[in-house]
């Protein structure tokens, strides 16, 4: 009876060392034969999402950062600024074109194209609408900007001309220009501009010493610091400041994340691989 019972016990055991090392040999053949497809999918995926960042870059926040520049370049004074008095009148005289123009159109982010050699590449929509997914504090960032922009551009706009045909009024009066020297009269107004909005001579060297030698300076800062001047510029130079300051912000954050060389952050649907 004992002697049985011990073979019983060694055949039972034996027969699970066997179905232990039947599992054993069963799960390494399918870890061998797994791991490099394991390792072959974990690669394609880190693949799709570096080209899905790539595109991302350049389809749309590089083309974000160009309509970044594209609004910045309707606040910026500088010494190529020049402003002809006739235009600008049958802009204002207008009136078709004044209920027909919408100017928030000129100042849009995400209304932007670039060149690439003879290729021109437009805001990818869909690669737009999928910063969601990735980086959605960039949305909530251009959409801040974008609605004080649009809420505000209209009303510089209009200021603005307002003031560039005051200056030109002002100046005409005040310094002697003849009829076929108008182009010098649009310089003494870019000075008055730079005056108004640069206080750093060091922004327009050139017209500060062109207006200093030809002793036009002195009469331009008598002229834009009259009151009825101050009460047009103050409130444009706020709207700038403010814009500039957000515009430059937007700029530095899409550049961080293009910048960015490691991996794209967040799920999408397009990196199903």
Same mark, same amino acid.
């Given at each position: ?16 060392? &066997? ?44 083309? +974000? ?56 590449? *437009? ?7 999928? &910063? ?64 108004? *909005? ?18 036009? &300076? ?28 957000? +515009?430059?912000? &937007? ?23």
């Amino acid at each position: 009876m004992g002697t049985d019972f011990s073979w019983n016990a060694s055949l039972v055991f034996s027969i699970a060392s &066997l179905a232990i090392s039947v599992i054993a040999i069963v799960m390494s053949s399918l870890i061998a034969w797994t791991s490099p497809h394991r390792s072959e999918k974990i690669k394609k995926t880190s693949q799709a999402r570096q080209i899905h960042f790539d595109k991302i870059k350049k389809n749309c926040l590089e083309l +974000l950062v160009n309509g970044v520049d594209n609004v910045t370049s309707h606040f910026r004074i500088d010494e190529s600024t020049l402003y002809g008095k006739q235009s600008l009148l049958d802009l204002m005289n207008d009136r078709e074109l004044k209920e027909t123009m919408d100017v928030k159109l000129w100042v849009s982010i995400i209304n932007s194209s670039s060149s690439y050699g003879n290729e021109m590449i *437009f805001l990818d929509n869909v690669l737009y609408n999928d &910063l969601d997914n990735h980086y959605p504090e960039i949305k909530k960032q251009i959409g801040i900007v974008q609605k004080y922009i649009d809420e505000s551009y209209p009303i510089y706009h209009e200021k603005f001309n307002v003031l560039v045909l005051k200056l030109f009024d002002e100046l005409e009066r005040s310094i002697n220009v003849q009829q076929n020297e108008q182009n010098k009269i649009s310089m003494t107004v870019a000075v008055a501009l730079n005056c108004i *909005f640069h206080d750093d001579i060091k922004r327009w060297p050139n017209l500060y010493n062109v207006s200093s030698k030809n002793g036009t &300076l002195p009469v331009i800062k008598e002229i834009v610091n009259k009151p009825e001047i101050t009460e047009l510029t103050n409130p444009l130079k706020e709207i700038s400041k403010k814009s500039l300051s957000l +515009l430059s912000d &937007l700029r530095n954050s899409l550049n961080q994340i293009i910048r960015y060389e490691g991996e794209l952050k967040g799920k999408c649907n397009y990196l199903q691989v």
